[in-house]
């Protein structure tokens, strides 16, 4: 029986090890209030995107993965949204879902309309990204206004942006 209690006990410190493990690489990673990294990345027309091409804008960085069942679920708001909002620039940066034409034809498929572009893991270290999808919306200045991590729909992804403004 004491045995037994030890076990459980251990077992409980070690959970609750992890679990505020967790909670504080969750929280040293949130880069809200930063200024957003630079980064130049791949797209999937052939060429390279530039963040500070969209200086002074308030820019959505969508973090996603064709192979993310949430990610693709989000897209019809994300499209829905982006038709009402032409001012804001989407940009839909990519994990493991391919290169160049294979990366463009999966996007068309699933219905992207806004420009994606290839990640990197210096990107996604950078903007803290560990779950799919994760939203970032980058004020006009520059700086990093809020993450989103999970599914976003048109109405969460309006207030993020009018906050951000």
Same mark, same amino acid.
């Given at each position: 029986?004491?045995?037994?209690?030890?076990?459980?006990?251990?077992?409980?410190?070690?959970?609750?090890?992890?679990?505020?493990?967790?909670?504080?690489?969750?929280?040293?990673?949130?880069?809200?209030?930063?200024?957003? =990294?630079?980064?130049?990345? @791949?797209?999937? &027309? +052939?060429?390279?995107? %530039? /963040? *500070?091409?969209? #200086?002074?804008?308030?820019? $959505?960085?969508?973090?996603?993965?064709?192979?993310?069942?949430?990610?693709?679920?989000?897209?019809?708001?994300?499209?829905?949204?982006?038709?009402?909002?032409?001012?804001? =620039?989407?940009?839909?940066? @990519?994990?493991? &879902? +391919?290169?160049?034409? %294979? /990366? *463009?034809?999966? #996007?068309?498929?699933?219905? $992207?309309?806004?420009?994606?572009?290839?990640?990197?893991?210096?990107?996604?270290?950078?903007?803290?990204?560990?779950?799919?999808?994760?939203?970032?919306?980058?004020?006009?200045?520059?700086?990093?206004?809020?993450?989103?991590? +999970?599914?976003?729909?048109?109405?969460?992804?309006?207030?993020?942006?009018?906050?951000?403004?």
């Amino acid at each position: 029986m004491i045995r037994m209690l030890r076990d459980w006990g251990a077992a409980v410190a070690v959970g609750l090890a992890v679990f505020f493990l967790v909670d504080l690489l969750s929280s040293s990673a949130d880069p809200t209030g930063d200024m957003a =990294p630079a980064f130049e990345l @791949a797209n999937a &027309s +052939g060429g390279t995107t %530039k /963040l *500070a091409d969209y #200086a002074g804008k308030t820019v $959505v960085l969508n973090f996603w993965g064709s192979w993310c069942g949430p990610c693709v679920q989000e897209i019809p708001e994300f499209a829905t949204w982006a038709e009402q909002h032409a001012d804001v =620039p989407i940009l839909g940066i @990519a994990q493991g &879902s +391919g290169s160049g034409e %294979k /990366l *463009a034809k999966s #996007a068309t498929r699933l219905g $992207v309309t806004w420009p994606v572009l290839e990640s990197s893991p210096a990107v996604l270290s950078a903007y803290g990204v560990q779950v799919y999808p994760t939203t970032v919306i980058v004020g006009p200045d520059g700086a990093i206004k809020q993450v989103v991590r +999970g599914a976003i729909d048109a109405d969460g992804l309006e207030k993020a942006v009018a906050s951000a403004r």
